[in-house]
């Protein structure tokens, strides 16, 4: 059942795929097509029609589509959907992972005039009916056999879904529910559709605005259930707008898309971006290959959480750590000039052996580095600076990764961005042109005015949020920062998140969990405190990390909870937490901490799908924890329960040691 | 501890890497079993345990394991026989033309007085009464289940102070399991012997055994009383076939997708 529009090229390298485009400037500098995606992708295929726009790697090879490939399924699967009832303005949930059939789904939706909703594709059912429930979704596109048990695993609670649309057919042989419906009977039915109405689908494209709503961006929720951020598709390309006036691309330049599109960021780069400027959306072979595939395909641009970050610097130290001698002590050598470059080019003190010997040791460590990570292409890098840690930043100028931080928010796009040239430490950049940031309160919360075109348009189904965020045109974005003299913004937390000790010191835990996230030795922490005498931390160890050290000392172990209660484990956590304190201010340092025995899952409500911290049941679940710190006890016995996403519970118990510093 | 094995790794010919972290501790007459899926690297630990490894072009590259306080990496097959680590390797090794005494007497080849072959021989016979009737018989023309006790008894030969059984029930009919099961455990507790037993039968390798180590992808992933892991959620889905609690799993519902592993213990 080969699809005509699917029809896959012959196996060619990447590099033979690029020849022949590439290196046109920008497409339309200055001229912003103010369209709407299905409008822009009608247009693109006209004028681009065999050039490619999309490429997924299956089985290893890259295959490619062209933009009339994009656009004929865009077509067929909107001018389908169109045949089994779905109208203007409904919305579509999608479970996926990246992959063309998201696009088409989504770009399909938004041809009848209809809105995307993406869900996380880890979400538990339970949540998955939220999502669905909350935005009053009519249909539902789910990958594969997974997605689709959960999808009717709810199916009683969700009767408004008409049809569940699967693309991964596999496995789906002897599911006769004719709830579901495979991906290519929905272009066969909008084939059929075509014959007896012919330019349907162009009347239909024609009548989008501009102002329609494209997508729906979910908080990340999280302290409450999470809100729809509705988001038009003129803010989407002003969002764009504000970023490649810095960082100029080229037409058929590559954006790789592996962050899950129910995030922002590929709603606003993977579909608008890369429509607007002719890029082509790589899609990787499978959630586990991301890193071979983005090596591969080095994406012009990318924008990822701090976490995101943390975990490549972690991967990284990892891997140098396995390697051999010789290639150990380049890179040791190597990070020590790179480290001196770095900071004679904050203060203007370059001098040319300075800029020599860095020249050579990019040659020798740094280049290679850039190319196993995958960024030997890459124009820019972004990672919303919020979190940051300015020691793991510094890292990625000395490789030389092209890395800037941001302040941005879901309801207002970016609003402060760092500029080449222009980095301070720990800033996230200067106010972007049309945003206006003012700082208010006691507590120094950030509010923020934009042009209407930049600002979100409201919450769906949420007036009240929308009326107490958005006051007199400015966005009460619930964070605290500062404006230094030099116009360079600073972030500090979510106030909601700020806590005080019993002295009234006030310090930001998120601050303190991304210095510790900082180490190699520590993939996650929650530091609490509030009302007490003094600041503690829940350490989450690396295991990986952690377990290449143990063996490196002998120290034998089988489990995660095995080795986080080891008493050389605690040595290193301790070692690495006085390192990290040298960096906190004095007050807020932490003064014992614990190693918990199992990671934090977003599967059991600890964490959002984005990967943030819930702190008030994690606060719940872990009382018994913080309690023992705080009553100086040494041994805790806690019982944990787990849930697994199938619904099924088990039960941890494990004796956790607390140690002082 | 009578063996220790801490961080284990191996690697055949040079380039394929097969164990990555095995760390594993048997206690004096203890009662161990092995679990994991095929290629997780359990007949590898039991060949780098018993030395046989470096006929097999693979070598330890890191961790160590000890025996009785004394480290025995880098020592012979032969020199940790001697030691009383015998192993019965998978698939029945037998001397086929050679009678089942004969085969037995092999095992023997350690002791040193007549006496003592045949105090041996003795209580090997008081093991696997089947095998007195057998004794002049080929041993390649006996069958499955009567191969597998002779190999247990021709292992018995040798003083062993542990073995390490690697899939004992492979292919023989489900009462002779049962049976050949229950004479493991036997001579476990009658002989003082300390056993590692390697079983693709996770049930009946928990309900024999008292500590269980689970392997994967070279590595142990975890451990615990046979009892506990029993009623672990991963061992009842990925090894037990049971989604819940009593249910047995059927093929028919098989699913494309794998629930995620989390090994807690």
Redesign the interface.
């Known amino acids: 059942m080969v699809d005509r529009t699917h029809k896959e090229k012959e196996g060619m390298s990447i590099d033979q795929l690029k020849t022949g485009i590439g290196d046109v400037p920008g497409h339309h500098g200055e001229n912003w097509r103010l369209k709407t995606s299905p409008q822009l992708l009608v247009e693109n295929a006209v004028m681009w029609r065999d050039k490619p726009a999309l490429r997924k790697k299956r089985y290893g090879i890259w295959n490619t589509y062209s933009w009339q490939d994009y656009l004929d399924n865009v077509k067929y699967f909107s001018l389908g959907l169109i045949s089994l009832g779905f109208k203007r303005n409904e919305k579509i949930v999608i479970v996926g992972d990246n992959d063309p059939e998201w696009w088409y789904c989504q770009m399909g939706a938004q041809s009848v005039g209809g809105v995307g909703v993406g869900v996380f594709i880890d979400c538990t059912p339970p949540e998955v009916k939220y999502f669905v429930q909350h935005s009053a979704a009519t249909f539902a596109v789910a990958k594969d056999q997974e997605q689709c048990d959960k999808l009717l695993d709810i199916k009683h609670e969700i009767l408004d879904v008409k049809k569940v649309i699967y693309w991964e057919p596999k496995g789906m042989r002897k599911y006769t529910d004719p709830w579901l419906i495979d991906f290519r009977e929905v272009l066969q039915l909008g084939r059929q559709y075509e014959k007896s109405h012919p330019n349907a689908f162009e009347d239909m494209v024609k009548t989008g605005n501009v102002d329609d709503i494209s997508c729906l961006a979910y908080t990340s929720g999280t302290t409450g259930l999470p809100k729809a951020a509705q988001l038009s598709y003129r803010t989407l390309i002003a969002w764009n707008y504000a970023l490649w006036k810095y960082y100029p691309i080229y037409l058929g330049q590559d954006y790789f898309s592996f962050l899950c599109p129910a995030w922002a960021v590929d709603q606003i780069l993977g579909f608008v971006g890369c429509l607007e400027q002719g890029l082509v959306v790589n899609f990787p072979e499978s959630p586990s290959t991301v890193v071979e595939d983005a090596r591969e395909i080095s994406s012009v641009i990318e924008l990822a959480g701090a976490r995101m970050w943390e975990e490549r610097y972690r991967n990284l130290f990892t891997r140098i750590n396995d390697a051999d001698w010789l290639k150990r002590t380049a890179y040791r050598v190597a990070m020590s000039i790179g480290r001196i470059y770095v900071e004679r080019r904050q203060t203007n003190q370059l001098n040319l052996l300075c800029e020599a010997l860095y020249k050579l040791a990019d040659q020798l460590a740094f280049r290679s580095l850039r190319d196993r990570m995958g960024y030997v292409r890459s124009t820019v890098c972004l990672v919303a600076g919020a979190m940051m840690s300015p020691e793991l930043f510094t890292f990625f100028q000395i490789v030389g990764i092209p890395l800037y931080t941001y302040y941005g928010i879901t309801e207002a796009g970016f609003i402060t961005m760092q500029q080449p040239g222009d980095i301070k430490r720990g800033s996230c950049g200067k106010v972007l042109p049309g945003r206006e940031v003012k700082i208010t309160g006691k507590e120094n919360e950030v509010l923020v005015k934009a042009d209407n075109a930049m600002m979100f348009s409201g919450y769906f189904r949420n007036e009240d949020a929308t009326k107490s965020a958005l006051q007199d045109g400015w966005y009460h974005t619930g964070d605290a920062g500062y404006i230094d003299h030099d116009g360079h913004f600073f972030f500090m937390d979510r106030i909601s998140e700020m806590m005080a000790l019993a002295d009234g010191n006030k310090f930001s835990p998120t601050y303190i969990e991304s210095e510790l996230r900082c180490s190699q030795y520590i993939a996650d922490a929650m530091v609490v405190g509030q009302g007490k005498d003094f600041v503690a931390a829940l350490i989450q160890i690396d295991l990986k990390n952690v377990g290449q050290w143990a063996e490196s000392k002998h120290i034998a172990y089988n489990t995660y909870v095995d080795l986080s209660q080891k008493a050389p484990v605690y040595e290193l956590i301790s070692l690495e937490l006085k390192v990290i304190n040298a960096r906190i201010p004095e007050r807020s340092r932490i003064k014992a901490f614990v190693n918990l025995h199992k990671e934090f899952d977003a599967d059991e409500a600890e964490m959002t799908r984005t990967r943030k911290l819930r702190r008030a049941p994690l606060f719940e679940k872990y009382g018994e924890i913080i309690d023992g710190i705080y009553s100086e006890a040494d041994m805790i016995t806690v019982d944990t329960e787990v849930k697994y996403r199938d619904g099924r519970k088990g039960s941890v118990r494990a004796q956790v040691k607390a140690m002082r510093i | 501890m009578l063996l ?4 284990l790794e191996v690697v055949y010919n040079d380039v394929i890497w097969v164990l990555k ?1 095995v ?1 594993m ?1 048997i206690p004096e007459k203890g009662m161990v079993c092995l679990l994991g899926a095929n290629g997780a690297g359990k007949s590898t630990t039991l060949k780098a345990i018993s030395g046989v490894l470096k006929l097999e072009w693979g070598e330890i590259t ?3 394991i000890e025996f009785d306080g004394k480290r025995i990496n880098s020592l012979k097959p032969q020199e940790i026989a001697e030691m009383g680590i015998i192993q019965c390797f998978e698939g029945r090794r037998l001397f086929k033309h050679l009678t089942t005494e004969e085969n037995l007497r092999m095992g023997g080849y350690l002791l040193t007085s007549n006496a003592e072959v045949r105090l041996r021989l003795e209580m090997v016979y008081h093991y696997f009464p089947r095998l007195v009737e057998l004794r002049d018989r080929i041993s390649g023309y006996l069958s499955g289940g009567e191969q597998q006790m002779m190999i247990i008894g021709r292992a018995l030969m040798a003083r062993p102070k542990i073995m390490l059984l690697d899939e004992p029930s492979l292919g023989l009919a489900p009462l002779m399991v049962k049976e050949i099961l229950k004479v493991i455990q036997k001579i476990n507790q009658e002989e003082q012997v300390a056993i590692l037993l390697v079983e693709q039968n996770t049930k009946a390798a928990l309900a024999i055994t008292n500590y269980g ?1 689970v392997m994967e992808n070279g590595r ?4 615990g009383e046979s009892e506990k892991l029993k009623v ?2 991963d061992i009842k889905e990925f090894y037990l076939g049971l989604t ?1 609690i009593g249910s047995r799993k059927s093929f028919k519902d098989t ?3 794998k ?2 592993k ?4």
């Open positions: 220790v094995i801490q961080n972290g760390s501790e890191g961790g160590f180590f142990t992933v975890l451990d672990n959620e819940q699913k494309f997708y629930r995620r989390r090994w807690l213990a």
